[in-house]
């Protein structure tokens, strides 16, 4: 459909099929980042369920209310933060208050792929009832070597 509209803003003349052009690829170019940003997220909540089902059933009291637990939650998404970025969600908010979103909107692909895959740790390391202590310590050093090899193999994959 496009070399339609291409042929037809030649025929009309050569200056509007350059408009055409550079504008079909100003879009295209946007949809791509759109879908990556998307991708990302996406690529984020994976292994939500696995996680907060282990914190359900190992670190929630059956008393506690439903606000009360919430915290929990925060917290142990806070464990997952500070292992991979280092910083707590409410840090990173005082430390960028003109950005929307949160911690993770900002991520890289990579730092997101690690985050994935510690969610899933996680979750295993808090069924065999490791303390958060030794959890964050772990998942931090998980974070560093994950890290390490994705940016090694993503630097590699520019050089070929």
Excluded at 48 to 62: F, G, V
Excluded at 87 to 107: C, F, H, V
Aim: proline fraction near 2%.
């Amino acid at each position: 459909m496009s070399d339609i509209a291409f042929k037809f803003a030649n025929w009309v003349s050569v200056e509007f099929e350059l408009y055409l052009v550079m504008e079909f690829q100003r879009l295209k170019a946007k949809e791509q980042v759109q879908i990556e940003w998307t991708a990302k997220r996406e690529l984020s909540k994976i292994n939500y369920h696995i996680h907060t089902d282990a914190i359900k059933k190992n670190l929630i009291p059956e008393e506690v209310t439903s606000a009360q637990a919430s915290i929990i939650y925060a917290e142990e998404a806070d464990v997952l933060n500070v292992a991979m970025f280092g910083m707590t969600a409410k840090q990173w908010r005082e430390a960028n208050p003109s950005l929307k979103g949160n911690i993770r909107d900002y991520a890289t692909t990579n730092e997101l792929i690690c985050l994935s895959n510690m969610e899933n740790i996680n979750a295993v390391l808090i069924n065999d009832g490791l303390p958060q202590g030794e959890r964050l310590v772990k998942l931090n050093q998980i974070a560093i070597q994950q890290m390490q090899v994705l940016e090694e193999h993503s630097n590699r994959l520019f050089l070929k």
